[in-house]
C-alpha cells in the first residue's frame, strides 16, 4: 500500500462495483469526540447515524445513490464507500476533506488563538479541535434555517420531516438509512408550511433554496467575509447570526463568528462571568474566531441550541 500523505487518500477497491475503502490522512492532532459528539447530536432521521465511533450517511454522486461508513482510527480517517463509482471518487475525497475539516492546521491555529488565556486553556482541553463542515450548500442550508431559535433535536425533528417529504428513498439497503437528502430543484419548488414551523421560516427555506439554484456558487469557499455577509443578508429571511453561520459551517470562513449566537453568549459567561461581552473579547480571536467559537460550543454539547 503506497505511504499516505496529507494531499492524497489511499484507496482500495473493492471487487463487488462501486465499493471501496479510503484512507485519509490529516495533521495530528484531531479531537475526535468533539466532532462525532457534534455529529451525533445532528444526525437527520433517515440519512445519516453516528453510532460506536462510526458517522455514516447516504448521498447521491453521479447519478447513484450511496453510503458511507467513516471511522477515526490513529491519524487517519478510514472511509468505506458502497455504491460510488471510481470517476466521483476524487470529488468525493475533496468533499470528506472538507466535511470533517482535515486539511486544519491544528498547531498552527491552537498557537495563535493560546495569545488569549481562556482560549489557551480550551486548547489544552481538546487539542486539535475542528470546525465540522457542511455536507454540501443545499443541505447546510437548509439545516441553518431550520435551525433558527430552536432546540438542536427541534432542528433534526423538522429535518427529518424534510427529508421523509422531499428527499428521494434510498435505492441499496441499509440498515437505519431511507432516503437521500432533497435535492436543491425540488426543495426550490416545494411547499414547506405543513412542517410545524413558523411561516416566515418556512419561506426561508423556498428563498434561499432558489437563490442557490439561481447562484450555485452562492456559498463557495474563498470570498471575502464580508461581502458574503453582505450578501446573505440581502437574502429575505437571513439575517446575521444565520449569514454568519453559513459562512462559518459552509464556506469555510475560519473568522466568522456569529455574535448574537445564546449559546456562545452563555458559554462565554459561564467562563468569565456575567460582564464578559462577546464582541469585545473575540478581536483577540482573529483570525481564527470560527475554531473559538467552536471552543466555546463543545463543552454545552449535547444541550443547548441549534445554533452551535
Given at each position: 500500500m503506497p505511504k499516505p500523505t496529507l494531499q492524497h487518500a489511499v484507496r482500495r477497491s473493492l471487487p463487488t462495483p462501486g465499493q471501496h475503502t479510503l484512507w485519509l490522512r490529516y495533521r495530528a492532532p484531531y479531537h475526535w469526540p468533539s466532532t462525532l459528539g457534534f455529529l451525533t447530536a445532528r444526525c437527520i432521521p433517515g440519512i445519516?447515524?453516528?453510532?460506536?465511533?462510526?458517522?455514516?450517511?447516504?448521498?447521491?454522486?453521479?447519478?447513484?445513490?450511496?453510503?458511507?461508513?467513516?471511522?477515526?482510527?490513529?491519524?487517519?480517517l478510514?472511509?468505506?464507500?458502497?455504491?460510488?463509482?471510481?470517476?466521483?471518487?476524487?470529488?468525493?475525497?475533496?468533499?470528506?476533506?472538507?466535511?470533517?475539516?482535515?486539511?486544519?492546521?491544528?498547531?498552527?491555529?491552537?498557537a495563535e488563538l493560546s495569545r488569549d488565556p481562556l482560549m489557551a486553556r480550551l486548547a489544552r482541553e481538546r487539542p486539535g479541535l475542528r470546525v465540522p463542515q457542511g455536507w454540501d450548500a443545499c443541505e447546510q442550508?437548509?439545516?441553518t434555517v431550520l435551525g433558527q431559535q430552536i432546540s438542536v433535536a427541534g432542528a433534526m425533528t423538522l429535518?427529518?420531516?424534510?427529508?421523509?417529504?422531499?428527499?428521494?428513498?434510498l435505492r441499496l439497503p441499509a440498515a437505519g438509512l431511507s432516503h437521500v437528502f432533497p435535492a436543491l430543484p425540488a426543495l426550490a419548488n416545494a411547499q414547506f408550511e405543513d412542517m410545524g414551523m413558523p411561516r416566515a421560516r418556512a419561506a426561508t427555506l423556498g428563498n434561499l433554496a432558489n437563490a442557490l439554484l439561481a447562484e450555485p456558487r452562492l456559498l463557495r469557499r474563498?470570498?471575502?467575509?464580508?461581502?458574503?455577509?453582505?450578501?446573505?443578508?440581502?437574502?429575505?429571511?437571513?439575517?446575521?447570526?444565520?449569514?454568519?453561520?453559513?459562512?462559518?459551517?459552509q464556506a469555510g470562513a475560519a473568522d466568522a463568528?456569529?455574535?448574537?449566537?445564546?449559546?456562545?453568549?452563555?458559554?462565554?459567561?459561564?467562563?468569565?462571568?456575567?460582564?464578559a461581552q462577546l464582541a469585545e473579547r473575540?478581536?483577540?480571536?482573529?483570525?481564527w474566531r470560527a475554531y473559538a467559537a467552536q471552543?466555546?460550543?463543545?463543552?454545552?454539547?449535547p444541550a443547548g441550541t441549534a445554533r452551535r
Open positions: 445519516e447515524t453516528c453510532l460506536d465511533g462510526t458517522y455514516r450517511r447516504t448521498l447521491a454522486i453521479a447519478g447513484h445513490h450511496a453510503v458511507l461508513h467513516a471511522t477515526p482510527l490513529r491519524n487517519q478510514r472511509v468505506h464507500l458502497e455504491g460510488v463509482p471510481s470517476t466521483a471518487l476524487p470529488g468525493l475525497i475533496a468533499r470528506l476533506r472538507r466535511f470533517f475539516d482535515l486539511d486544519a492546521d491544528p498547531v498552527r491555529i491552537a442550508a437548509m439545516r429535518a427529518g420531516r424534510l427529508v421523509q417529504r422531499h428527499g428521494t428513498a474563498g470570498q471575502v467575509l464580508e461581502e458574503l455577509l453582505s450578501t446573505l443578508c440581502r437574502l429575505k429571511g437571513i439575517g446575521p447570526w444565520s449569514a454568519h453561520y453559513l459562512a462559518l459551517r463568528l456569529p455574535l448574537g449566537d445564546v449559546a456562545l453568549i452563555k458559554a462565554l459567561r459561564l467562563l468569565e462571568g456575567n460582564d473575540a478581536l483577540a480571536w482573529r483570525p471552543h466555546l460550543w463543545a463543552p454545552l454539547a
